[in-house]
């Protein structure tokens, strides 16, 4: 009798224990979906502005879907984040901007003046990490701080002259400008479903480059220089969507 009493115990405590350390993992019922750890894939467009910066003296603003922003230089942007939720309060990720269609002077003339045009594009590399400070069911506000590379690059092509076969020289030439770029970024996002994740970012960062005296050792032969030097703002506001992927 005691020993049916005994494997009943035994076969309680064996239900009971799976069942508690589950609950124990599991979230709670009507949680906010952030609670559950997660990866979330995310693209991003919106408007780069560089308001100190004009491409060239007689073109300023930029060019966007919006017109000229601003009296510096402003152009679309397209990024990718992969952003890793450990816990429901921190993200942390790596991000890639770039503008696909960079803003273009057509009359440049440079130290050369020949009949020239300039393009200026960027490219920016960066870690990211973001605080989310509030949590309800499908709405989240967060702050971030971004940390990483920027690449620039300036390509002057001229428009007088013969064309020749391109293993003799092309009319293109690109100075390329690499340095440190830092900011921070605020923003929401809204769950449309439990994948689904639509939201707004606001970000605003200082590029830090090599000195005038740093760039003229990169110019090009007829007196084309890298166009950024020292320390640049750049500001961006961005709509983005992502599809989150639970862990």
């Known amino acids: 009798m005691r020993s049916f009493v005994g ?3 035994l076969a309680t405590l ?3 224990i799976p069942q508690d350390a589950a609950s124990q993992q599991a979230p709670p019922r009507g949680a906010p979906p952030a609670v559950v750890a997660h990866t979330v894939a995310v693209l ?4 780069l502005t560089l308001p100190t910066a004009p491409i060239s003296a007689g ?3 930029g060019a966007t879907p919006l017109g000229a922003v601003g009296n510096g230089d402003a152009t679309m942007f397209l990024g990718a984040l992969i952003l890793y939720r450990a816990t429901p309060i921190w993200g942390f990720g790596a991000a890639v901007d770039f503008a696909p269609r960079p803003t273009s002077d057509p009359n440049y003339g440079g130290a050369s003046g020949l009949t020239r045009a300039h393009t200026r594009s960027y490219l ?5 990490v973001r605080y989310f400070p509030v949590h309800t069911q499908w ?3 967060w702050v971030g701080l971004s940390a990483g590379a920027v690449i620039i690059a300036d390509r002057f092509t001229t428009d007088a002259g013969y064309d020749v ?4 020289g092309t009319k293109s030439v690109t100075e390329s400008t690499q340095g440190f770029a830092g900011g921070l970024k ?5 769950l449309v479903t439990d994948r689904l994740v639509i939201g707004l970012a606001l970000g605003a960062s200082e590029w830090f480059l090599p000195s005038a005296i740093a760039e003229q050792a990169s110019c090009d032969p007829i007196g084309d220089c890298p166009t950024l030097q020292g320390n640049v703002a750049m500001f961006e506001f961005g709509l983005t969507l992502g599809y989150r992927i639970p862990l």
């Open 186 to 190: 605020v923003g929401a996002d809204y």
């Open 14 to 16: 064996a239900v009971l």
């Open 165 to 168: 076969p391109p293993f003799l």
């Open 124 to 128: 920016t590399l960066a870690g990211e």
């Open 139 to 141: 709405f989240e506000p």
């Open 59 to 61: 073109n300023r603003g």
């Open 7 to 9: 494997l009943g115990a």
């Open 44 to 47: 991003e467009g919106g408007i």
